[in-house]
């Protein structure tokens, strides 16, 4: 049965009622005339994820660090700390702004803090097998010194929210950036960061050049989000649902890709694994909630990712 991918878009244009969209990931090699077009399924987990092993310690699941949260959004870090904590990262580590310090240890007693001034410590950085930047970080001057820092250590991170709008202002961060970093914006961030579109087709083709250009993956939030490789192929995630649409629940999705990316998937797969998780877990949790907080999603995670394994 031929889908459509005019039915994964909330517009339709011409275009994208001609474009078919595989079933799997895996079709690519089967058929002459592949789509670039691909919706995950649940083989195509099954195929990626690996258990944690019987003879594994916390330096197995890699060590995760967050730069994020200001004075007002602190709680974008502290939920993106939460969606790494539940995906199974071995260590987590925030750089918030000290004021969050007690919140931090509060709620999430399991996380490290690193000092904002270390952070210009590139050499100690080089410990971490992941970083994030970004969720309700701010725009502030700090905030794009950080964004320098982390070009010039040159190692891929994962850049979500106002390190997007950041970049959205620095082409020579932008291009420089390390390939196989994991970009994650919603709509408004896209066409900030790539110019304003009409149409989720035309959002769909500047996705494809631009996560080749970039040589990195580029996950385009919304109901269904598209994962775009660096080749410019779409992956399609179907998970998800209305009950998720409440403010943090992005931050929560950033921590869990960073987790997977800690935990040794490539940026890819850990995109794929991040996206689909955090869905699956909202529709799970929508089965018996009207709606779902983003702390809620991220407690659902690992109950999600058991029964799946099962
Ligand atoms: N607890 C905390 O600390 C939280 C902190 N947070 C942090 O705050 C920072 C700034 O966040 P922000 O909400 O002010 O700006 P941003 O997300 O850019 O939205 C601006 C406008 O864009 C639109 N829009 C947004 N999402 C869309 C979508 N999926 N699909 C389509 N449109 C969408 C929408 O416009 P509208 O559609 O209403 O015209 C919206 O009004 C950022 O760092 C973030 O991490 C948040 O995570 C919340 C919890
Ligand atoms: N109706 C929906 N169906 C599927 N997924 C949704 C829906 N509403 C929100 N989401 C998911 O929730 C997340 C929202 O991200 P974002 O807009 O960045 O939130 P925030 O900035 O508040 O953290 C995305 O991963 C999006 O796919």
New binding site residues.
């Given amino acids: 049965m031929a889908v459509f991918l005019s039915a994964f878009l909330p517009d339709s244009d011409a275009s994208s009622k001609l474009q078919v969209v595989d079933e799997g990931l895996e079709k690519a090699g089967t058929e002459n005339e592949s789509s670039p077009y691909k919706l995950i399924e649940s083989a195509d987990i099954k195929a990626i994820i690996e258990p944690r092993k019987p003879f594994s310690h916390k330096g197995t699941y890699g060590h995760a660090l967050i730069v ?2 200001a004075l ?8 993106t700390a939460s969606g790494c904590l539940y995906g199974g990262a071995g260590l987590t580590t925030v750089s918030i702004p000290e004021s969050g310090l007690m919140a931090l240890n509060t709620a999430l007693p399991e996380v490290m803090y690193l000092e904002r001034s270390h952070l210009i410590k590139i050499k100690s950085l080089k410990k971490y097998n992941a970083i994030v930047i ?5 725009k502030l001057f700090e905030a794009v010194c950080m964004m320098e820092e982390l070009v010039v250590l040159n190692v891929p991170v994962v850049v ?3 390190a997007l ?1 950041i970049l959205s202002k620095r082409d020579d961060l932008l291009l420089h950036l390390a390939k196989n970093s994991i970009f994650t914006p ?4 896209f066409d900030c960061l790539f110019g304003e579109h009409k149409s989720w087709w035309d959002r769909l083709q500047t996705g494809r050049r631009m996560a080749k250009k970039l040589g990195s993956v580029i996950v385009l ?2 109901q269904y989000t598209f994962i775009i490789d660096q080749q410019g192929d779409v992956m399609i995630n179907p998970t998800g649902n209305p009950a998720m ?1 409440q ?5 929560v999705l950033t921590g869990l890709i960073t987790a997977y990316v800690a935990q040794g998937y490539s940026a890819k797969a850990a995109a794929i694994l991040g996206c689909y998780f955090h869905g699956r877990a909202g529709d799970e949790l929508a089965l018996s909630h009207h709606n779902i907080t ?1 702390s809620q999603l991220a407690a659902q995670i690992p109950v999600t990712v058991k029964s799946f394994l099962k």
């Fill in positions: 994020a949260g007002k959004t602190m709680g974008a870090a502290l939920l970004g969720p309700g970080l701010g979500d929210a106002d709008n919603h709509l408004k961030e939030k919304n649409s403010g943090g629940m992005g931050d983003a």
